[in-house]
């Protein structure tokens, strides 16, 4: 947009100098005559379009100044792209509500020597006449840009006392404390970025790729993906289709039950099977497909059922499933790690050494008291730590019960989410048109192709 607007204004100059080119040649052909109405009004007129046409190139200038920082903000989302390249963007991001608040105090500090610089050198120093000049001079003081001999014509202590009081509040604590925060989020953001690719590396995976590709040793990620989503779909189908052959058959068992016990008279308890709802499980299915585990041999399998597209790109060799395997682990784990909070650590140690504490002060009263009562003491300190590793060994146990139930909520979550048959609950007072809607609708799914 900003390249349409300046090459808009450049069409526009170039319009506009011809009008004045134009008017020029008017003043020229037009007799003086001793300044004459005509001549005259044709030289306003061609005064205000050199007037127009000069400030509008001005306002053209100031608009293509403005296109290169455009440029870099561009450049900024790009380079998000990269992890090392994002650290940059990253920082400025998570340090911006720091910065924010840092700023509003700043700027107060900032404010006040300014009016003060004005009260003290407003009549006598140029630069400080004006709420404009006197923010500009405080800023190039800041840059380290300073005119002693100028400041110093109201008189050496109260310019001394000013540049010193400016210097330690802005200078040496405010500039320092913006760099401090900065190199805080920098660090965050350099520990959660990790062993991260480089520019090089990245650059040597895609030119090695690019080769295998081209010599057919080689298949395209997308192209596994394709594939896995297939292996993925095909366990599904295989799923349902044996769920829905299982209630079949056990519907047929149920009718002939039935009626061999209305021939005899008899009454059964035997309540008959539930109806196939296209979303559960087989009998002999206990494993979600969403959830298989992909070692190499699957995903070399899986790539090398498929489609035309996989032929021609060529067969996944046990390297490049390997890579392909460690690349998923590694970016896994990239995403999903959490560093520990300094406050965290510190109250784990603290807690380690109380703990230490303890056991050293039990073991200290065992070994004061052993000539006494030697067999009690060492009995009571026995006491002690058995009672105490007790309570750390309740405390594990908590945590991996708490921990395990995570576990399967999680995984509940999973199956109900991936579930394509109406699975997320089972609700018997379902109606049997809902239930012939859900297993159309799961049909559909099934049988749309990978891409979609």
């Given amino acids: 947009m900003g390249g ?3 090459i808009t204004f450049f069409l526009v100059s170039i319009d506009m100098r011809n009008e004045m080119n134009e008017a020029l040649e008017v003043v020229g052909n037009t007799a003086f005559n001793g300044g004459s109405t005509e001549f005259q009004a044709n030289a306003d007129f061609y005064l205000q379009a050199l007037q127009d046409n000069v400030n509008y190139v001005r306002h053209l200038r100031l608009t293509v100044a403005v296109y290169p920082l455009i440029i870099i903000v561009r450049l900024f989302k790009s380079f998000s792209a990269q992890p090392k390249l994002a650290l940059v963007t990253k920082t400025l991001a998570n340090a911006w509500p720091d910065l924010f608040h840092f700023a509003i105090v700043f700027s107060s500090v900032f404010v006040t020597f300014t009016i003060c610089g004005i009260v003290l050198f407003g009549r ?3 630069s400080f006449t004006t709420w404009t000049r006197a923010t ?3 800023f190039r003081v800041m840059l380290g840009d300073i005119d002693w001999d100028e400041l ?27 760099i401090a925060i900065i190199m805080d989020h920098y660090e965050e953001v350099k520990a959660d970025a990790g062993h991260a690719e480089t520019l090089l590396e990245e650059g040597i995976q895609m030119f090695v790729r690019w080769r295998g590709r081209r010599n057919g040793t080689y298949v395209p990620l997308e192209t596994v993906l394709d594939a896995v989503h297939d292996e993925i779909r095909r366990r599904k189908v295989r799923m349902h289709a044996t769920a829905g052959a299982g209630n079949i058959l056990h519907r047929v068992a149920f009718l002939g039950k039935k009626k061999g016990n209305e021939k005899g008279n008899e009454k059964s308890n035997e309540k008959p099977p539930p109806e196939d709802d296209g979303g559960e499980k087989g009998e002999g299915e206990d494993e979600d497909p969403m959830n298989m585990c992909i070692d190499m041999d699957t995903l070399m399998r899986a790539t090398s059922h498929g489609s035309g597209s996989a ?14 395997l460690k690349g998923a682990v590694e970016d896994f784990y990239e995403k999903n790690k959490q560093g520990a909070e300094l406050d965290e650590v510190l109250q784990l140690t603290q807690k380690v050494n109380y703990r230490v504490k303890k056991l050293v002060q039990l073991a200290r009263k065992a070994h004061d008291d052993r000539d006494t009562e030697p067999v009690k003491q060492l009995q009571w300190f026995a006491e002690d730590v058995n009672g105490y590793l007790v309570g750390i060994r309740q405390e ?3 945590n991996a019960a708490r921990l395990e139930g995570l576990k399967k909520e999680k995984k509940e979550l999973q199956q109900r989410l991936m579930s394509l048959g109406g699975g997320f609950q089972k609700q018997a007072e379902v109606s049997v048109n809902k239930r012939t809607s859900i297993m159309r609708t799961s049909s559909r799914m099934m049988e749309r192709p990978p891409s979609e």
């Fill in 152 to 178: 110093s014509a109201i008189g050496r202590t109260e310019a001394s006392i000013w540049l010193w009081l400016y210097i330690i509040i802005i200078v040496l604590l405010m500039l320092n404390m913006i």
């Fill in 136 to 138: 500009i001079s405080c």
């Fill in 396 to 398: 594990r146990k908590e």
């Fill in 124 to 126: 006598e120093v140029g």
């Fill in 311 to 324: 032929e021609k790109s060529g067969k996944m060799g046990e390297e490049q499933a390997l890579d392909v």
């Fill in 4 to 6: 349409v607007i300046i």
